[in-house]
T-cell receptor, first 114, second 112 residues
Framework: KAGVTQTPRYLIKTRGQQVTLSCSPI?????VSWYQQTPGQGLQFLFE???????NKGNFPGRFSGRQFSNSRSEMNVSTLELGDSALYLC?????????????FGQGTRLTVV | GNSVTQMEGPVTLSEEAFLTINCTYT??????LFWYVQYPGEGLQLLLK?????DKGSNKGFEATYRKETTSFHLEKGSVQVSDSAVYFC???????????FGTGTRLQVFP
């Protein structure tokens, strides 16, 4: 079956712009989480969604937002981009809720802010 | 808060050498523990997991045992291959959530 699909794979934006990243989970998975990966900070949790509800949010400014649709697809948005937002953004989906299941990761969207 | 600490890399080994990557955690309650691997240009793949104390996760020759008394989940492999070269992340998930807290990652380089 198809894995987690993230689009686009690569993105270059200018400071001050906004960006929307998309994640399609594995069919049947209703839990979607987002992570930011940078060389300096490593992997940091952004959000967790289940059945269109945000269950958990990481320690990021309000410029970072997300949502989940009824088909479990998720989007994250970053407004007023800063150079420090350059990172690999990873989406993961899970069948089970509650930390006991396996999280399947997409290949990520590499965002470069210039 | 909950956290994961893993050994700094890179770890450089010759093929067929024994591998240990140390991981310790701080958590309230009873987290699940995971090892993920990231190959160049790829996302993360689950390598193994353990959901309760004394559980041993294993996959592709890798093993790790959930040690509650030492709050550790060290990754081991008896004989590494060049194809094992990657970055390895130790992680925990908090109770009743899919949120993963990751260690900083350890780069493994295996030479023939």
């Amino acid at each position: 079956k198809a894995g987690v699909t993230q689009t686009p794979r690569y993105l270059i934006k200018t400071r001050g712009q906004q960006v929307t990243l998309s994640c399609s989970p594995i069919s049947g998975h209703r839990s979607v989480s987002w992570y930011q990966q940078t060389p300096g900070q490593g992997l940091q949790f952004l959000f967790e969604y289940f059945s269109e509800t945000q269950r958990n949010k990481g320690n990021f400014p309000g410029r970072f937002s997300g949502r989940q649709f009824s088909n479990s697809r998720s989007e994250m948005n970053v407004s007023t981009l800063e150079l420090g937002d350059s990172a690999l953004y990873l989406c993961a989906s899970s069948l089970e809720i509650g930390g006991r299941g396996e999280a399947f990761f997409g290949q990520g969207t590499r965002l470069t802010v210039v | 808060g909950n956290s994961v600490t893993q050994m700094e890399g890179p770890v450089t080994l010759s093929e067929e050498a024994f591998l240990t990557i140390n991981c310790t955690y701080t958590a309230t309650g009873y987290p699940s523990l995971f090892w993920y691997v990231q190959y160049p240009g790829e996302g993360l793949q689950l390598l193994l997991k353990a959901t309760k104390a004394d559980d041993k996760g294993s996959n592709k020759g890798f093993e790790a045992t959930y040690r509650k008394e030492t709050t550790s989940f060290h990754l081991e492999k008896g004989s590494v291959q060049v194809s094992d070269s990657a970055v390895y992340f130790c992680a925990l998930s908090e109770y009743n959530t899919d949120k993963l807290i990751f260690g900083t990652g350890t780069r493994l380089q295996v030479f023939p």
